[in-house]
């Protein structure tokens, strides 16, 4: 999510993202300025489960800065326990509450706008679903209505110890079970990108097949075309060999005769 001074601006889920990281498409109202923006982990329920807050440069053309470079999932996964937004604490990294020094400078602190914490609308998006992440049926609509946000004091954030909770057993089978469900799905997507590479290598190597089977097709044409040149200079040398043999025979023959004509009319 994109923030403005007004609140949200932009929505995407990370296909996209890296899609605009990587200078496939661009953001032409973000021109010339840093962004705040936020990266969720949601679960299937749209619980947001970790959070991190960082700032994003873009250059004159609304392209993202080549320098631009965080490691936005793993500071997903190894931040520090956060405030509960309705699904039990997040994983929080933002300016202020980051175990990775390298990283703090381009983070910021969640705040208020226009009298609404950032927090709030956050919970308030994705409770939204505009990107069409899952179904909403009545029973999640209960569960994730922005009244029931549940945010623990702001200095509990910047403490070193966790967070009193009750159910806190609850929410720690949680966990687990998320993270064995974050795993099982990372283990399909590496799975499936070994399918796409071992695709792309198959493909690659009919492609040089194919490459190398008309180099060898037009090495072939281009010999016989040459003999066939060759062949051809060859006969018009002799040919022209001919030529100069009669030409020759036919001067003598000439000088001959006005030999001849000279001596006949003296």
């Keep these: 999510m994109f923030f403005s001074e007004h609140g949200i601006s932009r929505e995407m889920l990370f296909p996209e993202f890296e899609a605009l990281l990587d200078g496939l498409v661009a953001a032409p109202e973000c021109a010339d300025e840093t962004v705040e923006a936020v990266f969720l982990q949601i679960n299937h329920r749209l619980h947001v489960r970790a959070a991190v807050f960082f700032t994003l440069d873009f250059d004159l053309d609304g392209q993202v800065s080549r320098l631009w470079n965080m490691p936005l999932r793993h500071l997903a996964e190894k931040a520090g326990r956060g405030p ?112 796409q590479i071992t695709e792309l290598h198959s493909r690659l190597s009919v492609q040089e097949q194919i490459h190398r089977q008309q180099s060898e097709n037009l090495r072939i044409q281009h010999a016989e075309q040459l003999s066939v040149a060759q062949g051809e200079l ?26 001849r004509t000279a001596a006949d009319t003296e």
């Design 84 to 195: 509960d937004m309705g699904g039990g604490p997040i994983r929080l990294s933002c300016l202020g509450f980051c175990n990775t020094n390298e990283y703090r400078a381009g983070m910021w602190k969640p705040r208020q706008r226009n009298g609404k914490a950032d927090l709030s609308l956050i919970k308030q998006a994705v409770t939204g679903n505009a990107l069409g992440i899952i179904g909403e049926d009545e029973e999640a609509r209960a569960v994730l209505a922005t009244d029931n946000l549940q945010v623990v004091a702001e200095d509990a954030w910047y403490g070193g110890n966790p967070v009193p909770l009750a159910g806190d057993a609850d929410a720690q089978t949680d966990l687990a079970a998320e993270l064995k469900a974050l795993k099982t799905a990372h283990a399909g997507e590496v799975t499936e990108y070994l399918r």
């Design 234 to 259: 060859l006969d018009i040398k002799h040919e022209l060999a001919e030529q100069q043999k009669a030409n020759a025979a036919l001067r003598r023959e000439v000088s001959r005769l006005q030999n």
